[in-house]
């Protein structure tokens, strides 16, 4: 987690009111956390999976059973670009937002980008049973534990991180309210 360094109050000040941009893999708190800051900023809440289902007009299950995962990583680009036109927003995106070429860096220029993580376990069980995430079809345990392998440097280039497990989604609201506003 970043320190109280003259280069982070620098960063800080040059970020305020640009937008919020959580990351991270599924289930670490993305969507709960960012209605949480949206409310508390007055920031317009953005959750990238919604626009993409409203833009689509079918569920996320859907679009990766009709198109496939590629098709939806350049849908979901477009709907970041398209979001990050305009300031004061919270956006949170899917986990899978980062693995498309250029989304760091567009995420990086517009806003605050706060990586959440979780421990293997807490993931697991916070998505098990749910049959609404495509990439978990199968064995949701074996799943999430490729798919955090397979992502474990994608979130690194985020300002900083907060490991959301054991915390709620006030604490994790309020410790990066704290860095977001100096």
């Keep these: 987690m970043a320190g109280d360094t003259e280069e982070f109050k ?6 305020r009111n640009k937008n919020i941009i959580l990351v991270g893999m599924m289930a670490t708190g993305k969507s709960t956390v960012g209605a949480i ?3 508390e900023l007055g920031y317009e809440l953005v959750d990238l999976d919604h626009v993409i289902v409203e833009t689509e007009g079918r569920s996320i299950a859907e679009i990766f059973a009709e198109d496939g995962e590629h098709y939806f990583r350049s849908v979901e680009t477009a709907v970041l670009k398209r979001m990050l036109e305009s300031e004061n927003k ?4 899917g986990g899978g937002a980062v693995l498309a070429p250029g989304n760091t860096d567009l995420m990086l220029s517009k806003g605050h980008v706060v990586a959440l993580t979780a421990t293997e376990e807490e993931i697991i069980a916070r998505v098990s049973g749910d049959q609404n995430r495509p990439l978990l079809a199968g064995n949701a345990e074996e799943r999430v534990r490729r798919i955090m392998e397979d992502r474990r440097e994608a979130y690194l280039f985020a300002h900083y991180t907060v490991d959301t497990t054991g915390l709620t989604a006030a604490e994790v609201s309020q410790y990066i309210l704290m860095h977001y506003r100096g």
């Design 10 to 15: 620098k960063f800080n000040e040059e970020q």
């Design 37 to 39: 800051l949206a409310e």
């Design 90 to 93: 919270l956006i949170s995106t």
